[in-house]
RNA sequence: GGACCGGUGGUCUAGGGGUAUGAUACCUCCCUGACACGGAGGUGAUCACGAGUUCGAAUCUCGUCCGGUCCACCA
């Protein structure tokens, strides 16, 4: 141990110290020599927003403990951290520092604004990250937006093109009018909000009788109207038998449309009448391609109308709304507008309602991987098990493909030219990666191997570089396959990863594409385990959301109570659970280590200047909490084993704080502060107990709070720094793991906190000695467990002279009452235990005393019942001389006599 | 509308066939040679509701209500 002097209090602002350290000495590394089984962690690459939220803490806590965990177990671990670059809320923000628009200013320049503005948020976001004391290895780090990463996702796309698993097409596609963008399935969010339905007036055109009335449909969305393209109505719903097939002429366009049948539309919702219009929305798509119906494009891409709007031309969505709706009521079209609740696609970035526009996109052929995905998903151990069902629910309700082109800039170019000549496609090749083509043209190898320019099969030289780039989920969806170094051949050596952790809001994208694109690219799952992690909620019990105030930044806690304490708190709690942030908890953490501090000060005080042999003969006592350490070895490895973290802190917490504080160090001072030569051995055998327990669980809460202990730890030793977090996991000891020698502990505690629990009840202060103390029992194993104890029992609780006699003391014990022990009797008599119980309760305790006494059980209706079956109270009665107390133990079948 | 998770002392929580764990708050007492930023006690829960299975249900089954999350979505 070390003279170094050692602080009255614990500072938490020393977390920096170790931080710097541990990145100094490079603690984390991932060796990579193979001589250690590897562990691989697919780290989530968090968006460079700028500032870490309690939702990166928990996540990356339960990461950084697991990876410590591993650490010390003998893996070497592959902690790297990574950074989804791209996308649109970066190039929002640069539009609006400059005050520019993205068409203002060159490809390149604008690309670059935004780079530097990631490069500040990744710089800012790495420091908090660092902090809190997450232990990446930082030589590891991976930036899609660098041209190595570029490179993998452009190969990746090379990959799936070749397999005909990419493909350029035509279709309907969500798009954001604000962003300007096509986005996925995945990236609409739905809203919900009132609107009008509008309840409009088809003029019939038939000749004939029943069509003079024509049609009423109903419509939320009247703007549409000049790109209404059919009537559908349901093909059972007897109101409009008689007018399918007939042409009806839609108000204010004056188009002729036709009505048709189909079995999708609800008859109870509006009219039962529905205006198909391309596109209102995605059952507006599936009726266009059933019916073959006409398009008419009448949304442009910044949500304003076109042409096909005629006089509405030039609106915007709103406006051309308001406008249509006086129309229709002038022309006394629109017969009665109702209120109705209605959920609105939205873009999840910008919250802009999202319109379905056809558009010539990149996509991936998800169907044709569905199998794949779900028999992966199967595959992988689902942590907690029930958040596999959601990404099986999600694959089964892909109904479109991957939309992956985005009409951005900040993001990897899709790969590909176009002849300008013959209209061709060209993909790039392999040797030319990573490569903007709307920068560069493309090139092919020829016989020698030499670089040259690319001829089109048609002959031309002349080609249009894919201004389109790729959605950033296409990044992100490989990180497992690039921490590996796919495509390098030896990537199977780090793939699939040991461990993914994510939210599970994420699910349905960042697991199932990474699912879909390593089953794609390599036929693999990605993952061995993915551990789903819950939501951070703010105290109010409301998901922590700005718009709510309820936001807690890390860094306040950190600078109050330390990273430790917000460690902490995060790790009380389990995957998949929401959990609250709560400032108790976190000052819990706080005092819990303050509380181990001064142990620990305690401890070096005593295992300061001798050296602690292993060859020592144990107390009783030392042979208790040594069996419970090992036990509590076995529990924390199982927790971080099982995931089970909320496990794990507590029951260290209890040990430390009850078992080893409370009871353990309390017992064992007097034998730490004894002079006696002849108490020397009781006293080693404290000192090597206490240096054992503080030496074990400094190792199992290092994964916890790791500065805490490194701090700890350091005072260890003299003039250098060993670090815990290079040591071995403790080794259980299956010599101490003994359940005799916890239960005999225990009986001692008992007696040990109920004679303390007099003294503080009598106002005896706990530091004055008894005089004598005679114990009664009849029990002999009791006895002898106590003969054990007696040293730690007379040393603790400061008593002159105790006897423990096997006889009763001269007073009268009453039996006061019996009650049954369900637990026992509940399984042994099972149909039985209704009388039984109803018999022990009628019947006067003292007659079943006796029975018991005399025949050693009693009987119930044949039913025979021993004591262990029984809760026997007792009270004693008589006159206790003035200086003495009787006390009747309730847990333990003795009386104490005390004379103070 | 569908799926999943949950509803346990004032608050949060463990457990998941034998009447309940811990934390916090509150109350009482105690400065004992690591710690009053500590310790010892105490009050406080018919485990959302209803029915069923069982000798016995907080625990299993079914239904209801409430909360949360995800998904779908009606024009």
Not at 788 to 804: A, H, P, S, V, Y
Not at 841 to 869: F, H, M, V
């Amino acid at each position: 141990m070390t003279d170094k002097m050692i602080p009255k209090e614990y500072d938490h602002k020393k977390e920096k110290y170790w931080q710097d350290k541990w990145e100094d000495d490079e603690i984390h590394k991932f060796i990579d020599d193979g001589k250690k089984p590897r562990y691989i962690i697919d780290t989530p690459p968090p968006y460079p927003t700028g500032s870490i939220h309690m939702g990166h803490v928990l996540n990356w806590v339960y990461i950084d403990m697991i990876g410590r965990y591993k650490r010390l177990n003998g893996f070497d671990v592959l902690f790297p951290q990574g950074w989804d670059c791209h996308g649109l809320p970066t190039e929002v923000k640069v539009e609006q520092t400059h005050n520019i628009k993205k068409n203002q200013i060159s490809r390149n320049g604008f690309r670059k604004l935004c780079v530097d503005l990631t490069e500040e948020n990744i710089d800012l976001m790495r420091s908090q990250m660092q902090s809190i004391g997450f232990s990446q290895d930082w030589s590891r780090e991976f930036i899609t937006m660098t041209p190595e990463y570029m490179k993998r996702t452009q190969y990746s796309f090379l990959k799936m093109v070749g397999k005909d698993l990419i493909y350029q097409g035509i279709h309907p596609v969500n798009w954001c009018p604000r962003c300007q963008t096509a986005i996925a399935f995945a990236e609409v969010e739905y809203e919900s909000n009132d609107t009008f339905l509008n309840y409009l007036r088809f003029k019939g055109l038939a000749k004939n009788k029943k069509s003079e009335d024509g049609v009423l449909i109903a419509t939320t969305r009247p703007e549409l109207i000049s790109a209404c393209v059919a009537v559908v109505v349901n093909p059972e719903d007897e109101r409009y038998s008689d007018i399918v097939g007939e042409k009806v002429e839609v108000p204010l366009s004056g188009n002729e449309v036709q009505v048709i049948a189909d079995d999708e539309v609800d008859p109870n919702f509006g009219t039962g009448a529905v205006m198909v219009c391309t596109f209102g929305d995605k059952t507006d798509v599936s009726w266009v391609k059933k019916h073959n119906l006409d398009t008419i494009e009448i949304i442009d891409e910044k949500g304003i109308m076109t042409e096909a709007a005629g006089k509405y031309k030039g609106m915007n969505l709103n406006e051309c709304k308001l406008s249509i709706i006086d129309d229709l009521k002038e022309q006394g079209c629109l017969e009665k507008q109702k209120t109705v609740g209605q959920n609105v696609g939205q873009c999840w970035r910008c919250e802009t309602p999202i319109e379905i526009l056809v558009k010539k996109q990149w996509f991936i052929n998800v169907n044709k991987l569905n199998t794949d995905i779900k028999e992966a998903t199967e595959e992988i151990n689902w942590i907690p098990e029930h958040m596999k069902s959601r990404l099986i629910n999600w694959t089964d309700s892909m109904q479109w493909d991957w939309c992956i082109s985005r009409q951005r800039i900040f993001a990897t170019p899709i790969p590909v030219w176009f002849c300008k000549e013959c209209g061709k496609i060209h993909v790039a090749i392999e040797e030319e990666l990573p490569v903007d083509p709307t920068q560069n043209n493309p090139i092919a190898i020829d016989k020698n191997g030499n670089k040259v320019d690319y001829i089109c099969d048609c002959g031309s030289t002349d080609f249009q570089g894919e201004e389109d780039v790729l959605d950033t989920w296409m990044d992100s969806s490989i990180s497992p396959l690039s921490i590996a170094g796919w495509p390098e051949p030896n990537y199977k050596d780090y793939f699939p990863a040991d461990l993914r952790p994510q939210g599970h809001d994420i699910i349905r994208t960042w697991a199932f594409y990474t699912i879909l694109r390593s089953k794609a690219l390599t036929g693999l799952k990605p993952f061995k385990d993915i551990e789903i992690n819950g939501m951070v909620f703010g105290e109010d019990g409301y998901k922590m959301s700005k718009s709510r105030g309820n936001v807690i930044a890390p860094d306040e806690v950190i600078s109050q109570y330390g990273a430790d304490a917000l460690r902490i708190w995060a790790a009380n709690s389990l995957p998949g659970s929401d959990l609250p942030f709560d400032w108790k908890n976190i000052k819990q953490g706080y005092k819990f280590l303050r509380k181990f501090w001064n142990a620990f000060r305690f401890i070096s005080l005593h295992i300061l200047e001798d050296e602690i042999k292993d060859d020592i003969k144990l107390e009783p006592l030392d042979k208790w909490i040594l069996s419970k350490l090992n036990k509590l070895i076995l529990d924390v490895g199982n927790g971080f084993n099982d995931y089970n973290f909320a496990t794990t802190i507590n029951s260290t917490q209890k040990f430390i704080w009850h078992d080893f504080c409370d009871e353990y160090i309390e017992a064992v001072k007097y034998r730490l502060y004894n002079k006696d030569d002849k108490c020397i051995e009781s006293k080693l055998a404290g000192k090597y107990t206490l240096k054992t327990v503080l030496d074990t669980i400094l190792k199992l809460l290092t994964p916890i709070t790791p500065h805490f202990t490194h701090e700890v730890y350091s005072y260890f030793f003299k003039d250098k720094i060993e670090y815990i977090q290079n040591t071995n996991w403790p080794i259980i000891n299956e010599e101490f793991l003994s359940r005799e020698c916890e239960n005999e502990g225990n009986i001692a505690i008992d007696l040990i906190s109920y004679i303390r629990r007099f003294k503080s009840s009598s106002k005896i202060p706990l530091n004055q000695s008894l005089n004598t103390v005679n114990i009664y029992t009849e029990d002999e194993q009791l006895i002898t467990i106590l003969n054990q104890f007696k040293n730690d029992i007379i040393g603790t609780l400061k008593i002159e002279n105790i006897t423990i006699k096997n006889s009763k003391p001269n007073v009268n014990q009453k039996i006061v009452k019996v009650s049954p022990v369900m637990s026992k009797i509940g399984p042994e008599f099972k149909k039985n235990v209704g009388k039984i119980v109803q018999c022990i309760e009628t019947t006067d305790p003292e007659e079943i005393a006796k029975n018991l006494k005399e025949n050693g059980e009693i009987d119930i209706e044949g039913n025979k019942i021993n004591e262990s079956c029984l809760n026997i109270e007792k009270e004693l009665v008589g006159e206790s001389g003035k200086k003495i107390d009787l006390l009747n133990m309730d847990s333990l079948d003795l009386i104490l006599e005390i004379i103070r």
